[in-house]
């Protein structure tokens, strides 16, 4: 039988193991399998430690019988056999009920499977999966010179399964090197000094020592790099094939009553980035930009530019924001600065300006319908709104740029939705104001364009962060809230932020935002703090007197819209929210932020909220509430958010306490993504360099078409609904 990479495992490994496989490990393909690398490796004489397991741990270990021993149970019928197995550094007890195990003799070493329990204080399994290396096949006599892969796996599929499964594959057809088609060019593997692939594979799941496995290693991270970067200039480059429609500045229109209208005068960053989204608008290529800015530094005020010559041009421009919060003040901003210009058609209208029309999912009946006209007739230019603008009833005149507001509340598909709605593809902005890592940029954002404002406008009074330890410094909460008590007597106001909202909603009440932010303090910590609980606490505490108010996700847009207002006209002192708050909400007077729990907070979160006060000419202050003590790993954390608003090194440190699968998964809308070695921390260099690589290949006049056996392992990475702009590149 020929076995090729594509061949289902059903025919190689037997129907019975290729459903485990395929049903626990999602593995359906020899190509699956091959990829299937071990998470760690063991040795005989470098054993695992049994003392570092904990109960309700799932794991494999491998250790040597010590003892064994059976009896009848005295409760009910039948044997009881308790087996005592050690690592040197630990034991624990192997425990069958009516089952003995002949093999399971002192001396004998086995890989041992299964879920830790406790009886009587001592660590055991019951009745766990095993393998013993009694060197009575020639696998056994594998185990025993090489070092053991371990593989990640289930309590269906367990690591030795995998193992003998790979073996049977390694052997299969006449070994690897017919099996694997080395898809790198050569004079590639030799410039970068990689092994073959098929040596690398053979190195990665039977290795003899660390060196092979460090060799291995490196050469599979190059090919994920390499076919990621391959997928991601292909994009690219399909993008710059789409037919466009130019959208060139108009002189005395819309962008120039814009610039008349600004309060303030550009900074340089702002200018150069408004120059370069103004070329590329003037092309008939679609525009495919990222635009990453630090907290404040103006990059709305850049869309709205972009956004103003494109209705110059004659074409409709598309905000599409995370929350009907942010919808509706960019809406209420916008409207402000044209003035007239924003409501042509009304009575007090400029003929020659357009209209700003907010379309988001809590209009009532009559106002949707009215805004959907405006929208489909063209008479609307530009149109703000949130997941509200993705919904098949919304049709434009002429779509000519979308720009997307916090692009990480975002997926690809998302995105590509909002894009189909141009009759032919529109420009696409995405902006974001969580700095992004080079990595994560060659990565997650490979298929845009990048541009960076780190100017922020003069003028600001810039913030500074402390930490609060509560358990280490008790005193200093009231100390905070003096001081915000303090600020607000100087006629600022100020936020407090909690990571959820209250009430007696049980367990549906989660954080409207959770960030996942890790945490060494265990799971049976108190619940978050809320809002509803901490208004009621602050106005019969510490802050009685003030005038408070919420603002939460649980309120109607009326509600919300009418606690925003009330903020920004100064009629309240403190609003108590939750992390509806973090993007994008503009309020220059307010001068302070508590952030109750900011150990639940990410990184990047916990600079976003921060970059909510201070936005004015006063100093802004940030405090960060917590539990947890300053020696631990969140509280030293959040002591570097505090040390630096530097948002491009807190982008690194967010990466660096964040599961890498979970930003690469995104950028993968979930799928398999190909990427298992790869690390955006450790490898920089090597994806840069494998994005040189890539751009120079798709460079030639025929791009992989000398090159099949890249190609088929980009088709392999791509998802069905991206076949089409693979085929075109």
Same mark, same amino acid.
């Given at each position: 039988m020929a076995v090729t990479l594509e061949t289902p495992l059903a025919r190689v490994l037997g129907a019975r193991t290729a459903k485990g496989m395929a049903e626990s490990l999602n593995l359906h393909t020899v190509r699956h399998l091959l990829r299937h690398y071990p998470r760690r490796y063991a040795r005989r004489g470098e054993m695992a430690r049994l003392d570092d397991l904990q109960q309700g741990d799932r794991v494999t270990i491998l250790a040597q019988v010590r003892n064994v021993s059976s009896r009848r149970m005295r409760q009910r019928h039948g044997t009881i056999t308790e087996v005592t197995v050690g690592d040197g550094a630990g034991s624990m007890k192997l425990v069958f009920f009516n089952h003995k195990h002949a093999r399971l003799e002192p001396g004998v070493w086995g890989l041992f499977a299964g879920t830790v329990g406790k009886y009587q204080g001592q660590l055991q399994?019951? %009745?766990?999966?095993? %393998?013993?290396? !009694?060197?009575?096949?020639?696998?056994?006599?594998?185990?025993?010179?090489?070092?053991?892969?371990?593989?990640?796996?289930? *309590?269906?599929?367990?690591?030795?399964?995998?193992?003998?499964?790979? *073996?049977?594959?390694?052997?299969?057809?006449?070994?690897l090197s017919e099996l694997v088609e080395d898809p790198l060019p050569e004079e590639m593997r030799t410039r970068h000094g990689l092994p073959w692939l098929h040596a690398a594979l053979l190195d990665i799941h039977r290795p003899t020592s660390p060196e092979d496995v460090e060799r291995a290693r490196h050469r599979l991270k190059w090919d994920e790099a390499l076919i990621l970067q391959l997928t991601l200039a292909a994009r690219r480059r399909a993008a710059a094939l789409e037919p466009g429609t130019a959208r060139p500045r108009r002189p005395g229109g819309l962008l120039d009553a814009v610039d008349a209208a600004l309060p303030f005068e550009l900074t340089e960053g702002q200018r150069a980035v408004g120059e370069e989204l103004a070329a590329e608008?003037? $092309?008939?290529?679609?525009m495919h930009r990222l635009l990453q800015g630090e907290v404040g530094s103006g990059k709305t005020v850049v869309a709205l530019r972009a956004m103003a010559q494109v209705v110059d041009a004659g074409g409709q421009a598309a905000l599409l924001a995370p929350t009907e919060v942010l919808a509706a003040q960019h809406a209420r901003g916008i409207r402000q600065l044209l003035g007239p210009l924003g409501r042509a058609g009304e009575l007090d209208g400029d003929p020659d300006g357009t209209r700003v029309t907010l379309l988001t999912g809590s209009l009532k009946a009559a106002a949707r319908r009215a805004a959907l006209a405006e929208v489909a007739d063209g008479s609307a230019g530009i149109v703000i709104g949130t997941h509200a603008l993705l919904q098949e009833t919304v049709a434009f005149a002429d779509l000519g740029l979308v720009v997307i507001d916090e692009q990480h509340r975002f997926g690809v598909e998302q995105r590509d939705?909002? $894009? @189909?709605?141009?009759?032919?593809?529109? %420009?696409?902005? =995405?902006?974001?104001? !969580?700095?992004?890592? $080079?990595? =994560?940029?060659? !990565?997650?954002?490979?298929?845009?364009e990048i541009s960076t404002l780190r100017q922020l406008p003069s003028g600001r009074g810039g913030v500074a962060s402390s930490v609060v330890p509560i358990q280490d410094k008790p005193a200093w909460l009231d100390r905070a809230w003096a001081r915000l008590r303090e600020e607000v007597a100087a006629g600022r106001q100020a936020y407090v932020v909690c990571p959820r909202i209250g009430d007696e909603t049980g367990p549906d009440d989660e954080p409207e935002d959770a960030d996942g932010a890790p945490d060494d303090r265990g799971a049976d910590r108190r619940p978050p703090l809320a809002v509803l609980d901490v208004a009621e606490m602050l106005r019969a505490g510490p802050l009685a007197g003030l005038r408070l108010d919420l603002l939460h996700g649980r309120m109607t847009p009326e509600e919300k819209d009418a606690a925003m207002q009330a903020f920004a006209a100064g009629e309240t002192d403190v609003l108590v929210a939750t992390t509806v708050v973090e993007v994008g909400v503009d309020v220059p007077n307010a001068t302070v932020m508590v952030v109750m729990d900011a150990d639940r907070f990410g990184v990047s979160q916990l600079h976003q909220l921060r970059g909510r006060v201070a936005r004015g000419r006063h100093q802004g202050l940030c405090l960060l509430v917590t539990e947890?003590?300053? @020696?631990?790993?969140?509280?030293? $954390?959040?002591?570097? =958010? @505090? @040390? !630096?608003?530097?948002?491009?090194?807190?982008?690194r440190l967010d990466l660096e306490t964040r599961r890498e699968g979970d930003i690469l998964g995104a950028a993968q809308s979930g799928r398999r993504s190909g990427v298992r070695m790869l690390s955006l921390l450790e490898d920089e260099q090597l994806i840069a360099a494998a994005r040189a690589e890539a751009t120079a290949l798709l460079d030639t006049e025929r791009g992989l078409a000398d090159h099949p056996g890249l190609a088929a392992e980009v088709a392999a990475l791509a998802t069905d609904d991206r076949a089409e702009w693979l085929e075109k590149a």
């Open positions: 399994f019951t %009745h766990p999966d095993m %393998h013993l290396l !009694t060197g009575g096949d020639d696998s056994d006599d594998d185990w025993a010179r090489e070092m053991v892969p371990i593989y990640p796996a289930t *309590k269906d599929v367990s690591s030795w399964v995998i193992q003998k499964s790979v *073996k049977l594959l390694l052997g299969a057809s006449g070994g608008l003037d $092309r008939d290529q679609p939705a909002l $894009r @189909a709605k141009g009759s032919r593809p529109p %420009h696409v902005l =995405v902006m974001t104001a !969580t700095p992004i890592p $080079r990595t =994560v940029a060659m !990565t997650v954002y490979g298929d845009l947890v003590s300053l @020696a631990s790993s969140t509280g030293q $954390r959040l002591a570097a =958010v @505090a @040390a !630096t608003s530097d948002g491009f090194e807190l982008a």
